[in-house]
T-cell receptor, first 108, second 113 residues
Framework: AQRVTQPEKLLSVFKGAPVELKCNYSYSGSPELFWYVQYSRQRLQLLLRHISRESIKGFTADLNKGETSFHLKKPFAQEEDSAMYYCALTLTGNQFYFGTGTSLTVIP | KAGVTQTPRYLIKTRGQQVTLSCSPISGHRSVSWYQQTPGQGLQFLFEYFSETQRNKGNFPGRFSGRQFSNSRSEMNVSTLELGDSALYLC????????????FGQGTRLTVV
């Protein structure tokens, strides 16, 4: 079965410090991988996806097929980055498998 | 462009009743998927509809069903409600449903008492 694991439920970093949110997946094929974010009182929204290889709000994520990981990184955390982050994969259609999420708090 | 709209936002139902939730996707989107979000299980996929046909289905009992209309609006029905069905139900729409960005609604908070 496909599975997405986010080992950290809570993560706190100081403003300006680097941040890495971990995501591992179990699937032998080539899934599409995404990071979704939910800011306080807002709906879940796409942050970035591996296929587009872009940096959004300073965040990047590299797909490591050998380690089956898709960690999210930002070199300098900002207070507005405080949110809930979900790693997700899709194999087909609009069917996403989500991790349990990591709540990031950036301390001023 | 209007976002994904879910109605109602909040619902309180009694065990044994049934409930219907509605989702209006972004105009032009043909794929609508539904998710159940709970503190214990996180976000779990229920099913996906594309052009009025159920294309994918998650591991939920048959009490959970859905449909999609010709205008892409979708409804989800839960029959014989159980206390464990209390959750936030999210729907998401996407343009062609093939791994493209999914846009989520605000969700319907269902409480079963």
């Amino acid at each position: 079965a496909q599975r997405v694991t986010q080992p950290e439920k809570l993560l706190s970093v100081f403003k300006g410090a680097p941040v890495e949110l971990k995501c591992n997946y179990s699937y032998s094929g080539s899934p599409e991988l995404f990071w979704y974010v939910q800011y306080s009182r807002q709906r879940l929204q796409l942050l970035l996806r591996h296929i587009s290889r872009e940096s959004i709000k300073g965040f990047t994520a590299d797909l490591n097929k050998g380690e089956t990981s898709f960690h999210l990184k930002k070199p300098f955390a900002q207070e507005e980055d405080s949110a809930m982050y979900y790693c997700a994969l899709t194999l087909t259609g609009n069917q996403f498998y989500f991790g349990t999420g990591t709540s990031l708090t950036v301390i001023p | 462009k209007a976002g994904v709209t879910q109605t109602p936002r909040y619902l309180i139902k009694t065990r044994g009743q049934q409930v219907t939730l509605s989702c209006s996707p972004i105009s032009g989107h043909r794929s609508v998927s539904w998710y159940q979000q709970t503190p214990g299980q996180g976000l779990q996929f229920l099913f996906e509809y594309f052009s009025e046909t159920q294309r994918n289905k998650g591991n939920f009992p048959g009490r959970f069903s859905g449909r999609q209309f010709s205008n892409s609006r979708s409804e989800m029905n839960v029959s014989t409600l159980e206390l464990g069905d209390s959750a936030l139900y999210l729907c998401a729409s996407s343009a062609d449903g093939m791994g493209t960005e999914a846009f989520f609604g605000q969700g319907t908070r269902l409480t079963v008492v």
